[in-house]
């Protein structure tokens, strides 16, 4: 496996963790500057070069496994629309799905690409993938609580990040309790999601090195959202800092702590002020490749095995990519003399337990705007289960 080098500059949007930021996966301060109705075929390869890396054509051997092999497809012709850049991480992600599906087609099935929101903004990509304005999009966990209330359910998970992708697909596609109660909002829309990849961990960043949340814990920390979370953590003081103002607050002693994911801050630079980074050892996933549903039933069973496949596919080449990201995010912090631990597993879980407690919250809320309270009380009790998580 090759490696991807130089991906951290495109990473502060990509894969903000979801169990801290909504909407985990919305473009941001990546280039967004991509070509309106771009083919984006498997042949070609992105060349990189915005990026300053290396990069391959999507295989399936990069996602450490044999693809499926080539089927034979009718023709298809779709249209993506997404917020994302090409370059960004969940552009790369987008682009390998495509790639898969190329390949594994012999060319049947080819995709035009309207990259960073040319087509529609990150708030317009359901609807317009629901009218058939686009065939094609990729919607985040957190995106659309008006409509998809029932999706947004706390979902940090500890144990990597298969056990996230795991997680989500068990509670919006398997399970007999909550799936359909999703999938029926889900289809409302008229769309079809076809599963989750990956999106990032997060890390505490402080100055001084910590081993534990009571070495942290009489600092104060600077985080974008959940503040009450952090607040029953025990942290004294928690003050407002989004993610772009870390470097500038930080340094400037606004903030001792901050909490984000760890690729993101290191392609801010932040570990020349903070070079301290503890992992919460929690994970995430929530970006979700979705399509109208009145396309998806067009198509044959061996067209739709052949989507399927390569949703598959791309699942795995997402955790790959990321893993990678953070080992190399790992060696940028030593470089600069700073050091990456992780939380104790009790520490992990007072996180992911003061963070489910906020976003079952934020869930009633969600629930109680929409109509479905009795529904997402069903879908919280079930994950509370999963997570092993006592729910209040």
Request: glycine residues 10%.
């Amino acid at each position: 496996m090759k490696k991807r080098n130089k991906m951290l500059a495109l990473l502060l949007t990509g894969i903000l963790a979801c169990g801290l930021f909504a909407g985990c996966g919305g473009s941001g301060t990546d280039d967004a500057s991509g070509k309106q109705g771009t083919k984006t075929q498997g042949t070609e390869g992105n060349d990189g070069a915005d990026a300053g890396q290396e990069t391959e054509g999507s295989d399936g051997e990069e996602a450490g496994q044999e693809t499926a092999g080539v089927r034979e497809v009718d023709p298809l012709s779709l249209t993506l629309t997404t917020s994302f850049s090409e370059t960004e991480t969940s552009g790369q992600i987008i682009k390998h799905f495509i790639d898969y599906l190329d390949q594994n087609s012999n060319g049947a099935v080819t995709i035009d690409v309207y990259w960073g929101g040319t087509l529609a903004s990150n708030t317009e990509e359901l609807k317009f993938v629901g009218s058939a304005a686009a065939d094609m999009t990729v919607v985040s966990q957190s995106s659309y609580t008006d409509v998809l209330a029932l999706m947004n359910f706390p979902s940090l998970i500890s144990g990597g990040y298969q056990a996230a992708v795991d997680f989500m697909d068990e509670i919006i596609f398997k399970n007999e309790t909550t799936a359909p109660l999703i999938q029926a909002q889900v289809e409302a829309q008229n769309v079809k999601m076809l599963g989750s990849v990956a999106t990032g961990s997060n890390a505490f960043i402080s100055k001084n090195e910590a081993a534990s949340l009571k070495d942290l814990t009489g600092m104060k920390l600077g985080v974008g959202m959940n503040q009450s979370a952090f607040e029953a953590l025990g942290f004294n003081g928690v003050v407002t800092v989004m993610p772009w103002d870390y470097y500038d607050n930080l340094s400037r002693g606004i903030a001792d702590v901050g909490y984000m994911s760890a690729a993101a801050l290191v392609s801010m630079s932040v570990q020349e002020v903070t070079p301290y980074f503890l992992m919460d050892g929690n994970y995430a996933a929530g970006n979700f490749m979705t399509i109208n549903l009145d396309k998806w039933n067009g198509m044959s069973a061996d067209q739709q095995a052949l989507f399927e496949e390569a949703m598959e596919d791309t699942a795995a080449f997402s955790i790959e990519l990321i893993q990678q990201m953070d080992e190399e995010a790992e060696t940028a912090i030593e470089a600069a003399g700073g050091k990456v631990s992780v939380l104790s597993k009790e520490d992990t879980k007072a996180v992911q337990e003061a963070l489910f407690a906020t976003g079952a919250a934020d869930c009633r809320s969600f629930a109680q705007a929409a109509g479905c309270q009795e529904d997402m009380e069903t879908i919280l009790k079930v994950v509370s289960e999963y997570l092993g998580i006592a729910m209040e």
